[in-house]
């Protein structure tokens, strides 16, 4: 069975600090990955994800995420902190095998930009 | 994201009684799910479809039904409300086009009393 682990629920940063949400994985076979992000009262919206190729994904808002194999995470970075960044960020995972595979989500890491 | 809404955005039920939420996209999307969340549990899968005439539950699916009525319209029912039930439902869909990443509708906002 596939899983997501997010072992923060909460991450503060202090504006203009890089930050880092952490993400683990664990799949079968080759992962697809991704990350999400929750405003208050809104749905998730998509923000990067691996598929395949350079291990370095940008993602909007100047967020990106690395892709580490051998130590199967896909933790999400950005050099530089906004207080417009706070919100609920998920990660989530589904094996690459053929056909269905169901998408896995994280529980989420609550970011906290410190003005 | 405007391309998926929900309706109602929040509803208050009793014990009971039976309500339906309703799903609609014009993404154009083949593929739609029904998911659940709940705090510290991330989003749970109830139902998902991948077109009008394939319906499939997902980990969670007692107590609720669906129905795609349309390519763009997939509804959630819950049949006899429980305050378990109290959560936050999301509609999402994807396609062929969009590389596996699901749009995520704004969400329902459901108390069960």
């Known amino acids: 069975a596939q899983s997501v682990a997010q072992p923060e629920d909460q991450v503060n940063v202090a504006e203009g600090n890089p930050l880092t949400v952490k993400c683990t994985y664990s799949v079968s076979g080759n992962p697809y990955l991704f990350w999400y992000v929750q405003y208050p009262n809104r749905g998730l919206q998509f923000l990067l994800k691996?598929?395949?190729?350079?291990?370095l994904v940008k993602g909007s808002y100047g967020f990106e995420a690395e892709f580490n194999k051998s130590q199967t995470s896909f933790h999400l970075k950005k050099p530089s902190a906004l207080v417009s960044d706070s919100a609920l960020y998920f990660c989530a995972v589904r094996d690459k095998a053929g056909g269905y595979q169901k998408v896995t989500f994280g529980t989420g890491t609550k970011l906290q930009v410190i003005p | 994201d405007a391309d998926v809404t929900q309706t109602p955005r929040n509803r208050i039920t009793k014990t009971g009684k039976r309500i339906m939420l309703e799903c609609s996209q014009t993404?154009?999307?083949?593929?739609m799910y029904w998911y659940r969340q709940d705090p510290g549990l991330g989003l749970q899968l109830i139902y998902y479809s991948f077109d009008v005439k394939d319906i499939n539950k997902g980990e969670i699916s007692d107590g609720y039904s669906v129905s795609r009525q349309a390519q763009a319209k997939f509804s959630l029912s819950l049949e006899s409300a429980i305050p378990n039930q109290t959560a936050l439902y999301f509609c999402?869909?994807?396609?062929?086009?969009?590389?596996?990443?699901?749009?995520f509708g704004p969400g329902t906002r459901l108390l069960v009393l």
């Open positions: 993404k154009g999307h083949d593929r």
């Open positions: 999402a869909t994807s396609g062929s086009t969009s590389g596996e990443t699901q749009y």
């Open positions: 691996y598929i395949t190729g350079d291990n």
